[in-house]
């Protein structure tokens, strides 16, 4: 297969992912406040994917593959999807590494092919196995208090805005990284059985499929420093 466009330094695959266009600044680096610029996952796929060199890379690896596949062969089209999976990882190291370095390793490149609707592919970041679906990424300087729940009030700005159905409830979800580990963390918003606001609860998620029971924010903001710090946990609650 062809080589892609001259590649893309690291840096600016980092730009992309954090939507940082500032000249001279180190992208993705930690504020002041303990966490890191956060990403909007959704949004940096978009970015990644509308790069001209992915976008060439996906039209022709993608034509490529379709061509071996015959009818609705499941296991051909999986084959294709894990071949074009690597090769995206082998034409773009560069964007490996800055994925690999932007989540402290908990986050990996992957790849959504769709052989009938071509146009739909895109390049997206990977959390636990793909086994976990997050909107929002967010990495810890340190797990003080109050980075945690600046943290968390990035995942639940992604809750959907319209008010949730009854037996519907409005989800978001989020990635949160420290010195490269990571927790999982799923807000649910809930219709009120009487007028009212709904209720918001949100759990944590060390892995998938072991989610904890539901908390307040606050309840959560110290579950989340106690999985990061656990020896040190009565000193961060302090601020």
Same mark, same amino acid.
């Given at each position: 297969?062809?080589?892609?466009?001259?590649? #893309?330094?690291?840096?600016?695959?980092?730009?992309?992912?954090?939507?940082?266009?500032?000249?001279?600044?180190?992208?993705?680096?930690?504020?002041?406040?303990?966490?890191?610029?956060?990403?909007?996952?959704?949004?940096?796929?978009?970015?990644?994917?509308?790069?001209?060199?992915?976008?060439?890379?996906?039209?022709?690896?993608?034509?490529?593959?379709?061509?071996?596949?015959?009818?609705?062969?499941?296991?051909?089209?999986?084959?294709?999807?894990?071949?074009?999976?690597?090769?995206? %990882?082998?034409?773009?190291?560069?964007? $490996?590494?800055?994925?690999?370095?932007? #989540?402290?390793?908990?986050?990996?490149?992957?790849?959504?092919?769709?052989?009938?609707?071509?146009?739909?592919? %895109?390049?997206?970041?990977?959390?636990?196995?793909?086994?976990?679906?997050?909107?929002?990424?967010?990495?810890?300087?340190?797990?003080?208090?109050?980075?945690?729940?600046?943290?968390?009030?990035?995942?639940?700005?992604?809750?959907? %805005?319209?008010?949730?159905?009854?037996?519907?409830?409005?989800?978001?979800?989020?990635?949160?990284?420290?010195?490269?580990?990571?927790?999982?963390?799923?807000?649910?918003?809930?219709?009120?059985? %009487?007028?009212?606001?709904?209720?918001?609860?949100?759990?944590? $998620?060390?892995?998938?499929?072991?989610?904890?029971?539901?908390?307040?924010?606050?309840?959560?903001?110290?579950?989340?420093?106690?999985?990061?710090?656990?020896?040190?946990?009565?000193?961060?609650y302090e601020r």
């Amino acid at each position: 297969m062809p080589p892609p466009d001259p590649p #893309t330094e690291r840096a600016d695959w980092t730009r992309r992912l954090f939507a940082d266009e500032t000249p001279g600044e180190t992208p993705g680096a930690p504020t002041g406040d303990g966490s890191r610029a956060v990403m909007l996952l959704a949004e940096a796929s978009e970015r990644i994917t509308a790069h001209p060199a992915v976008q060439k890379w996906l039209r022709e690896a993608g034509f490529e593959a379709a061509r071996g596949l015959r009818g609705g062969d499941a296991m051909a089209q999986a084959q294709a999807h894990g071949r074009m999976a690597r090769d995206l %990882k082998e034409q773009f190291p560069t964007l $490996v590494e800055a994925v690999r370095e932007a #989540t402290g390793g908990c986050g990996e490149l992957a790849l959504q092919w769709r052989p009938l609707h071509p146009n739909y592919s %895109k390049v997206y970041l990977s959390f636990f196995d793909d086994a976990f679906d997050p909107d929002v990424f967010c990495a810890l300087r340190s797990p003080a208090l109050s980075a945690v729940r600046d943290a968390l009030r990035a995942v639940r700005e992604a809750l959907p %805005k319209g008010e949730p159905f009854a037996g519907q409830p409005n989800e978001a979800a989020g990635v949160l990284e420290h010195d490269g580990r990571c927790l999982g963390v799923r807000y649910r918003e809930r219709a009120s059985e %009487k007028e009212g606001r709904p209720r918001r609860s949100v759990a944590l $998620v060390p892995a998938p499929g072991d989610e904890t029971d539901e908390h307040t924010d606050e309840q959560a903001a110290r579950g989340v420093v106690a999985y990061f710090a656990p020896e040190e946990r009565e000193r961060w609650y302090e601020r």
